[in-house]
């Protein structure tokens, strides 16, 4: 009995001493519970993320979760950019398997005295059926036991940690906080040894770390290959010639079948995880969903229209389903059976009408093919707008709600546009396409209007509805009519997926190659649109199932002045003269060469040798190196109505780069054009920029190779950018004058980028094409930005940047908000940086 009473004063004592931790924790931590929201919920997993700091400036060491003996070590050190500049390392992420019933959890720190304290104590309920989707990428919730006290880093890459893999694509970054700065990475499993390239431009980590060196290229990447079974996944890195240091471990196991490939690219999508923690409807949602529709000041009328032809039941049936499980409630479904030979068909929708008024049927007596069948549905259509269905295709529950939601904020809007995904004949989705906003050269290439398509009924009975002839492409010929009528400013890009397309066998979504005829009446719609606005141009399939058009260009073709600064080093100028010269089809150029301050004997003999040539000017130019200073003096000196701005270290690849960049900045509107640079490996170096990206901005489709497509084959298809990289741009001569030129106070970096942002933000379009190949060699003639100097005015271009376009470099207007700003752009966002609107008070 003593015994026995022992063990209940001892428990008694551990529970005051832990009550007693809690009740003082507020004195002594500020924390946070981002997850859960509702600790009671039963789960099988329990996800806790936030964050803690102490009161006091002590360094919190660790975080666990512990209910009874069981310990879960939390990963703490996750950086919190919204909580404060000062103190941006401190959250933190568990996962704790519960067991079944209910348990009692502490939540616990330990600072440097390794004492563990108690902040917190949930009662939290475990079940088998409950929920276990993490609320953010589950990466975050993986304890490294292999952490160096003298070395930071994060890995980008993998999003997810698989189980099981036979290929592996690691990359972040890696600095040392204490001692010398770290000169090589790499991984190793057993006694396979892999090499990371190290030394990767991270802009975001020298602004980080700016009084350490190495801060500015910490950042690495490497492939492994996984041995067969299980073994230890080891990452160590070392300065100098000192010995190697493991700074994160983890376990992992290759196949046993070779042939057995790595399924990667579907882990780093991951789409279904991406859903379950950002794309379900929560009964609260719905509620204030309905709650916030019943505060619009405008309820428009919705036409949804459903042509149908000897359709599948199953398919179809969903499809009318989820109109009318729209949480929206004005909106009305105009169904045409385009005299479909299945008996079935007719009957089956005349029942649907029967139950529900808002449903109207009506069949034809003859077949007429799409395009009639459509234009029969918008006659029996009475909404304000139509919304464009298709037999097998299903709606979110919130399509609707969002069109309404963005005309009660705008209602001059025209037409309006959604991301979308597919579905499966398992009804899973996949394939999420998270769209550009209106992007005018990139709907000259592909059809992203559609789908979700909404379109404002007058302006669609205006133009004549959808025309015959152009079956299969017949939505896309629409579109291009309708942008024709309208202003930029009435078309808008709702970016949630709010439509679902059929993959079936002989649907588009499966394959594009489903329906040749449907790709040649693309064609016609596309060059027809050109006609029909005066622009000279012919459109012509491009990458399979895609369209390049190539414009015209006058009798007279106008003045280029190649600008190429330069110093020393004249095989890498040579090379690109010489590209120049032997590859360029278009004739009317000339070429000035500034010389900042070269003095090496063969360089000064070259350029001497170079002023013999009629079309070749070389201008020496004095002073500290300032790329902005150099390309303004050579527009001040050149006489073309042109600029092709050119870096020293760039070779041409194909002969018609120029009068590719040529004939698109003749087009209204556009004042600047980029070029598709390669890495002498055969791999993108640019591919346009994206703001945002690794900081400021970041250089699309880097590391994909020639013939890979990128993200919806935007690698292969000419559209408009926020900014491009002047290492290859052409503008318009007077538009540069007009800004000022580059910014001077941009010495290197991040000038090209500053002087695109003033384009936009005086009504120019930007436009890359990837039909203008170069070879690009960068900084080749500089060198790269390593030393400190260099790195203190590299991270004073980037306080430049971000105090004068702080705003702008937040939302890339053609980069989609649920991808990735990482250093794996086009790749899922976790989170995205979207903010659900049922959550403001107000429409």
């Known amino acids: 009995m003593k015994k026995i009473s022992s063990l209940f004063a001892g428990a008694a004592e551990r529970t005051h001493a832990l009550n007693k931790q809690i009740a003082s924790a507020e004195s002594r931590y500020y924390w946070w519970f981002d997850h859960p929201i509702d600790w009671e919920r039963p789960m099988r997993t329990l996800y806790v993320t936030g964050w803690c700091v102490s009161r ?57 005295d390794c004492v563990w304290r108690a902040i917190s104590t949930q009662a939290v309920f475990g079940a088998s059926d409950g929920e276990s989707a993490a609320p953010i990428d589950p990466k975050y919730f993986i304890p490294n036991p292999g952490a160096n006290p003298r070395i930071e880093f994060w890995l980008d890459r993998p999003l997810v940690w698989p189980k099981k893999i036979r290929y592996l694509k690691v990359s972040g970054w890696c600095l040392a906080i204490s001692g010398d700065e770290i000169t090589e990475v790499r991984a190793r499993m057993r006694k396979n040894i892999f090499p990371a390239r190290f030394g990767k431009l991270r802009p975001d980590i020298g602004l980080r770390y700016d009084n350490r060196p190495g801060a500015l290229r910490s950042g690495f990447s490497l492939n492994a290959t996984i041995p067969r079974g299980r073994s230890q996944f080891i990452m160590e890195a070392r300065s100098g010639e000192g010995p190697w240091e493991t700074f994160f471990l983890h376990p992992l196991r290759g196949p046993i079948f070779r042939e ?47 042509p149908v032809y000897n359709s599948n039941l199953r398919w179809l049936r969903r499809a009318i389903l989820s109109v009318q499980k729209q949480l929206y409630p004005r909106w009305e479904l105009c169904v045409v059976d385009d005299a479909s030979t299945d008996r079935k ?30 234009n029969d549905a918008l006659r029996l259509a009475n909404g304000d707008f139509v919304a464009l269905l298709d037999h097998d295709d299903e709606l979110a529950p919130t399509a609707l709600y969002f069109v309404a939601l963005a005309l009660n904020k705008n209602r001059d809007l025209q037409l309006l546009y959604s991301d979308e995904d597919k579905l499966d004949a398992q009804n899973r989705r996949s394939e999420p396409y998270f769209k550009s906003d209106w992007n005018p050269e990139l709907v000259l290439a592909q059809n992203f209007i559609s789908h979700l398509s909404v379109y404002r009924t007058d302006l669609i009975r205006r133009l004549g509805g959808f025309r015959i002839g152009l079956e299969g492409s017949q939505d896309y010929d629409l579109a291009l009519r309708c942008i024709e009528q309208i202003r930029p400013k009435e078309i808008e890009h709702l970016p949630w997926v709010l439509y679902h397309w059929r993959a079936g066998d002989q649907s588009t979504a499966s394959s594009a190659t489903a329906k040749p005829y449907a790709q040649e009446a693309a064609r016609r719609a596309v060059q027809e649109h050109l006609e029909r606005t005066g622009i000279a141009g012919t459109v012509v399939p491009s990458h399979g199932v895609y369209l390049q058009t190539k414009y015209a260009f006058p009798i007279e073709h106008p003045l280029v002045s190649i600008i190429i600064p330069t110093r020393d080093r004249t095989s890498c100028l040579q090379k690109c003269l010489d590209s120049i010269f032997e590859k360029t089809d ?43 200073r150099l390309n303004n003096r050579g527009v001040e000196l050149s006489r073309g109505s042109f600029i092709a701005l050119l870096n020293n270290d760039v070779e041409v690849i194909n002969d018609d780069w120029l009068s590719e960049m040529v004939s698109r900045a003749m087009q209204p509107e556009v004042a600047m054009v980029g070029a598709r640079l390669w890495y002498p490996n055969g791999t993108i170096q640019h591919g346009g920029v994206i703001l945002g990206a690794g900081g400021i901005a970041g250089h699309a489709h880097v590391g994909l190779r020639r013939g890979e497509p990128g993200y919806f084959a935007r690698a292969n298809l000419a559209q408009n950018v926020s900014a491009v990289t002047a290492a290859c741009a052409l503008v318009r001569r007077e538009v540069y004058l007009q ?12 000038n090209d980028i500053d002087f695109c942002l003033r384009l936009r933000q005086a009504g120019y379009r930007i436009v890359w094409t990837p039909h203008a190949e170069l070879i690009h060699h960068e900084s080749a003639s500089r060198g790269f930005d390593d030393s400190t100097p260099k790195q203190v005015r590299f991270l004073g271009e980037v306080d430049y940047m971000n105090s004068k376009w702080g705003d ?25 940086r979207t903010i659900k609107p049922w959550q403001s008070i107000a429409p």
């Open 56 to 112: 006091e400036g002590k360094e919190i060491r660790a975080m666990r979760a512990r209910f009874g003996r069981q310990e879960f070590a939390a990963n703490y050190g996750i950086e919190r950019k919204d909580v404060g500049a000062a103190v941006q390392r401190i959250g933190f992420a568990i996962a704790i398997p519960l067991p079944a019933g209910k348990s009692q959890v502490f939540i616990e720190v330990q600072e440097a």
């Open 260 to 306: 057995q490939l790595n399924g990667e690219w579907k882990t780093a999508g991951d789409y279904a995880r991406w859903i379950r923690c950002y794309d379900r409807l929560e009964r609260e949602d719905v509620q204030r969903i309905r709650e916030q529709i019943a505060k619009f000041h405008y309820s428009p009328m919705i036409s949804v229209l459903l």
């Open 586 to 628: 278009y004739r009317n150029y000339e070429v000035i060469v500034l010389d900042n301050e070269s003095h090496e004997a063969e360089t000064l003999e070259f350029l001497a040798e170079l002023t013999k040539y009629d079309r070749v000017r070389v201008e020496r130019i004095d002073g500290t190196f300032n790329y902005s």
């Open 739 to 750: 800004l000022g030129g580059f910014d001077e106070s941009l010495a290197v970096t991040f």
């Open 808 to 832: 702008m470099l937040q939302r890339d207007p053609f980069y989609n908000p649920n991808l990735s700003l990482g250093e794996n752009l086009f790749t899922l966002a976790f989170p995205p």
């Open 345 to 374: 068909l007719w009957p089956f929708l005349q029942r649907c009408a029967r139950r529900d008024p808002r449903i109207n049927v009506m069949r034809r007596t003859e077949n007429g093919h799409i395009s009639a069948a459509s």
